[in-house]
């Protein structure tokens, strides 16, 4: 599959190439090729049980693959879960509750914790970043360190989803792969959310988001690929994907193409 997007491989921070992933006698995934920048946003889009959890799963080790993932030129695809994390891997998973009895800083620092505590310690060992940085850095690049020390009920629902995505961030995270980080958001605190993502993204950090909110995808992604029974059967700027039939065909009837619809002059293009 072309992929004409990026200007060289050296852009490529994540990239699979035929990643396939079989749950009995279900193809979850099949073939899938799939690359994101440094600095890039890409949305991962489809219908109800297309496979974009499975692959989110399947990048980060979480699930049995075959076929090949690789973050910055480095192979992971044998990797477990806990070494693509290190590697700069890092995921939200779509039931991201936090806990409610703590700080928005100490949700942080239970995350810090999961990436495991030899890891912790042959940080303070080497002299690198200790967890109170990384909490920091990672709060910064949210725009949240004014709530570090409140509790996620005293903050607005967009607010806690980005704590969600800060979690993610703790460490050095060159990748992030978000699945459904803004449910629940009404239409100007997904805009704002929006925002947020681009904040981070300039910073190099590259995204995989995956979300039912369309107008959110569509406005804050570089490229999008839309999964269908698990394989990809389209990808390109947003533009392009509104006007593509087989992605119309996919959609057809869905209640997130036509609630973004008037926006995005879906009428008018299809
Ligand atoms: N652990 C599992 N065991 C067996 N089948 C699974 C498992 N996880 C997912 N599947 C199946 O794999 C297919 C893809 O599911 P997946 O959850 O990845 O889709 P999705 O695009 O993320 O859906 P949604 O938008 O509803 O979250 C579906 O047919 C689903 O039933």
Sequence with gaps: MSDT?????????????????????VSANTDIDLAVGAGEIVGLIGPNGAGKTTFVDAVTGFTKSSGSVSLAGSQLEKSSPHR??????????????????????QNLAVAVQ????????SDIVNGSKPPADAIDRALTLVGLT?????RPGELTLGQQKLVGVARA????????????????????????????????????????????????????????????????IAQGPPAQI?????????????????????????????
């Design 114 to 121: 999961s990436v495991g505590l030899r890891a912790m310690f």
């Design 169 to 232: 961030l703790v460490g050095d995270t060159r990748l992030v792969l978000l699945d459904e980080p803004a449910a629940g958001l009404d239409t100007h605190e997904s805009k704002e959310f929006g925002t947020e993502l681009r904040r981070i993204a300039n910073t190099g950090i590259g995204v995989l988001l995956i979300d039912h909110d369309m107008s959110l995808v569509l406005d804050v992604c570089d490229r999008l690929y839309v999964l269908d029974f698990g394989k990809v």
């Design 84 to 105: 693509r994390r290190r590697a700069g891997m890092a995921r939200t998973w779509q039931a991201g509750e936090l806990f409610t009895d703590l700080t928005v800083a």
């Design 5 to 25: 997007t990026f200007a060289t491989t050296a852009q490529r921070l994540l990239e699979t190439r035929g990643l396939s992933v079989r749950y009995g006698g």
């Design 242 to 270: 509104l006007d593509d039939p087989a992605v119309v065909a996919a959609y057809l009837g869905s209640p997130e193409v036509e609630a973004a619809a008037p926006q995005n002059d879906w009428e008018e293009q299809a």
């Design 146 to 150: 004014d709530v570090a020390d409140r």
